[in-house]
């Protein structure tokens, strides 16, 4: 899949770029780089990238290789780019030093080795989801949509849980004036089964995985789980579907039992980003990014998510005042890079 966009996007707010708003030290390299997807993008002023495309990780046996895609692609050329000197990638990955291997793909590179082939002065590398929280505060209201929930409660954390390849957490926490956002590797907790099908579900996956982390049912590859564990359950023969034909066809309306599988990931989604709200007490609202709820639309909305999200025993008053929102934007996780990178720069 590739996605052109050659204008300025508007899931980055822009600031006013007038021309002496611009980089005068050129335009800067962001990257969001999942599992599944490495996204580009290049920002001539704050709060103005362009020239994006979605390059399929699959298609290119390294990171840079996918760079080098992405900086020789005929638009980038035409764009007379060369000589980047600031970069800054965000990743799906824990990052604790110079070696970045990626546990969803297999890509895995030097941070130092892959700044001097590139030629870049700076190149910062962050966690993707690290990378998302801090661009939640600056979320428009057309750029998110709230699904429950009372008001945000002002200078208080915010959290933010993402299903796609994997399942990207982390919160933002007010700090002063600013904010501090947490490297967290929350999507690897221990799933909690939380009715008798998701205990069903849970055995299921248990002959697979030693650990059923939260992830292993909460993204592309747990969907396709969950559909093939109820399919048991209920006595009936899988197909081999993929994560999208699963959620297509529920959407469609064509398949009752990708329905329920759709329905209990919504389910689930809503016990970890409840987890998570009260382990972060995070009354500023739960953020869902990632790849896949977006897709869903509408059934996301009237899923049993905010049900299950508020079913905390003693605790469902409070969290039924905690909003939770849907991120809209189509690549919300440059803006978070770009302010990475600003901060790196002190401008
Ligand atoms: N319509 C859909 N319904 C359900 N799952 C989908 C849909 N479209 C894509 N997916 C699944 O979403 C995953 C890709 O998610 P995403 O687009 O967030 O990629 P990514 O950013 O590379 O992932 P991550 O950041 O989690 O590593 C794949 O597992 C894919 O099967």
């Not at 989604?269 to 790849?291: D, E, F, K, R």
Request: proline fraction near 5%.
């Amino acid at each position: 899949m590739t996605d052109h966009a050659t204008a300025p996007h508007p899931a980055v707010p822009s600031s006013p770029s007038s021309p002496s708003s611009r980089y005068t030290d050129g335009p800067r390299l962001l990257a969001d780089i999942g599992g599944t997807n490495a996204r580009f993008a290049l920002e001539t002023a704050p709060g103005q990238a362009g020239l994006i495309d979605v390059l399929p990780c699959a298609n290119y046996p390294t990171l840079a290789d996918a760079l080098r895609a992405y900086l020789g692609s005929p638009k980038v050329v035409a764009a007379g780019v060369a000589g980047l000197r600031h970069a800054a990638l965000a990743i799906a990955n824990p990052i604790t030093g110079d070696m970045v291997r990626m546990t969803n793909h297999h890509w895995e590179f030097s941070i130092a080795a892959l700044r001097l082939e590139c030629g870049f002065e700076t190149l910062e590398v962050v966690n993707d989801f690290t990378a998302l929280a801090r661009a939640l505060p600056h979320l428009a209201d057309g750029q998110k949509q709230q699904i429950g929930g009372g008001a945000a409660r002002a200078h208080t954390p915010l959290g933010l849980v993402g299903a796609g390849t994997g399942l990207g957490v982390s919160g933002l926490i007010p700090a002063g004036d600013s904010w501090t956002a947490l490297l967290s590797e929350g999507g690897h907790v221990t799933f909690s089964p939380a009715n008798e099908t998701e205990v069903a579900i849970l055995q299921y996956a248990w002959r697979q995985y030693e650990h059923v982390s939260a992830e292993r049912l909460l993204s592309g590859d747990g969907i396709e789980l969950i559909y093939r564990a109820l399919a048991q359950h209920a006595g009936q023969a899988a197909q081999e579907l993929d994560a999208p034909e699963i959620s297509r066809r529920a959407l469609a309306g064509e398949c009752a039992l990708c329905d329920r599988a759709i329905e209990a990931f919504c389910g689930m989604l809503g016990t970890v980003a409840g987890n998570l709200a009260i382990t972060l007490g995070a009354q500023g609202g739960i953020y869902i990014g990632g790849g896949i709820v977006p897709r869903l639309g509408e059934r996301f909305a009237r899923s049993c998510f905010r049900t299950r999200f508020e079913q905390k025993g003693r605790f469902v008053n409070y969290l039924a005042q905690v909003p939770t929102f849907v991120i809209t934007a189509d690549y919300p996780a440059f803006l978070g890079v770009s302010a990475v990178l600003s901060e790196k720069l002190g401008r």
